[in-house]
């Protein structure tokens, strides 16, 4: 397995996640199968498994590290999360630290995240009361967290504040990217961001969810017009590798069969050229089929809002290219970028679209996803709808 330098320690290209692990028929995780899979894995050198404490609905911390038990512990690395801060609640970070260590059966964890900076557990996060970030660099002193770093799905903004506040102690950030969500979630000023202050990055979600393994029969032609002679998987694991500061990459890993195409798509040097990686950017934009919007600011100049329209405009396609199906990401945009939902101020004046080169109907965007926020159901409502428990997702992807 090729690998890569982080501080003083090497760690795979592939790391091993643990969001979505291979189910019976009934729904329940395949016990048997995660232990061949993790065996696999470490034989190949995939050593960094990643867990999180919602995974699962709780079950995955305690399977990853039962299969890798008979190992010994300086062998892998094993990275957890704390849950962060979703609707009213807080959790207690001794509380939960404790309870993961214990499930896991270990004594530290050597990679440890604050689970998904947004905007609403940045203001848990930065409130020196709660002391959460506080409570997690003591258990680094302690040894018990050998890196700490944060995950978010959250905008640029909110991200940079994070950074302003408690950048000095994260050691890595983990961010969703690939090429769909490459100008669609705004990853690209994310990796700008971390890039600009030195932070390692570590990618989730490297497939958009499975979306991008599992195109319509006509957009999987066009990316072979594009890019021939190459997987799917492939395109996309090559396109992330080109950003010179993505350390590492996480894949979820669901089958056997994945597990063992990535890694050998991992244990080969290659690269894409710099003409398939245009053409990769050509065939995100097809698929996006959004509201392309230049981001030129003509439109807020005159707005009597202030609305920030780009990013208005940017989520809607967000929303539009999920379908809906991945409601909880969808929702954590919303809130984190309009808190309270002002957009229905709105005056419907048409001067932004007045000012528009390219002509959009910004009044009738700002009609629809205001119309979303208002008939959004809170985070912890939509969690029990969907898992019949309160337990949001990191790893989501729209
Ligand atoms: S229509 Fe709405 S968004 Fe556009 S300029 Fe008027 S108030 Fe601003
Ligand atoms: S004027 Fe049009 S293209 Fe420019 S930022 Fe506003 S919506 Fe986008």
Same mark, same amino acid.
């Given at each position: 397995m090729r690998t890569v330098k982080f501080e003083n320690i090497s760690l795979p290209r592939l790391a091993f996640g643990s969001r979505r692990l291979p189910l019976n028929e009934d729904g329940t995780i395949n016990v048997p199968m995660v232990e061949a899979m993790v065996d696999y894995a470490m034989e190949k050198g995939v050593n960094y498994f990643n867990t999180g404490y919602t995974f699962h609905r709780k079950k995955s911390e305690k399977i990853i590290a039962s299969a890798l $038990? %008979? /190992?010994?512990?300086? $062998?892998y690395f094993l990275a957890d999360s704390y849950p962060g801060y979703y609707g009213k609640e807080i959790r207690e970070p001794e509380q939960i630290f404790e309870e993961q260590l214990e499930k896991c059966g270990v %004594? /530290? +964890?050597d990679f440890y995240r604050l689970q998904n900076v947004y905007g609403r557990s940045f203001e848990a996060y930065s409130d020196l009361k709660l002391g959460i970030v506080d409570y997690f660099v003591e258990q680094r002193k302690k040894g018990r967290i050998k890196h700490l770093g944060f995950s978010t799905h959250g905008s640029p903004a909110i991200v940079e504040k994070f950074l302003d506040k408690f950048g000095s102690e994260m050691e890595f950030a983990q961010i969703e990217m690939n090429y769909a969500c490459w100008a669609l979630r705004q990853a690209e000023k994310k990796y700008e961001l971390f890039t600009s202050r030195n932070l390692p990055i570590f990618i989730m979600e490297p497939m958009h969810g499975g979306k991008l393994s599992h195109l319509s029969p006509e957009d999987e032609s066009v990316l072979k017009f594009c890019?021939?002679?190459?997987t799917p998987q492939e395109i996309s694991f090559r396109w992330i590798e $080109?950003? %010179?500061?993505? %350390?590492m990459i996480i894949s979820s890993m669901s089958s056997f069969n994945q597990l063992q195409q990535e890694v050998a798509l991992f244990e080969k040097k290659d690269r894409l050229s710099s003409s398939e990686i245009k053409n990769v950017e050509k065939f995100a934009s097809h698929l996006i089929k959004g509201i392309s919007c230049d981001e030129c600011g003509f439109c807020i100049e005159n707005c009597p809002c202030s609305f920030d329209i780009p990013s208005i405009i940017d989520l809607y396609n967000d929303i539009k290219f999920s379908s #809906?199906?991945?409601a909880v990401s969808a929702a954590i945009m919303l809130h984190d970028r +309009?808190?309270?939902?002002? #957009?229905?101020?709105? +005056?419907?004046?048409?001067v932004c679209s007045l000012m528009c080169s390219r002509k959009i109907d910004i009044p009738k965007i700002i009609k629809e996803v205001s119309h979303m926020l208002e008939h959004y159901p809170e985070l912890e409502d939509i969690m029990k709808l969907r898992n019949g428990s309160n337990e949001p997702d990191e790893d989501v992807a729209v």
């Open positions: $038990s %008979k /190992y010994p512990r300086e $062998s %004594k /530290y +964890f890019v021939p002679d190459r $080109s950003f %010179k500061n993505v %350390k #809906l199906n991945k +309009f808190p309270g939902n002002n #957009l229905h101020r709105c +005056f419907h004046c048409g």
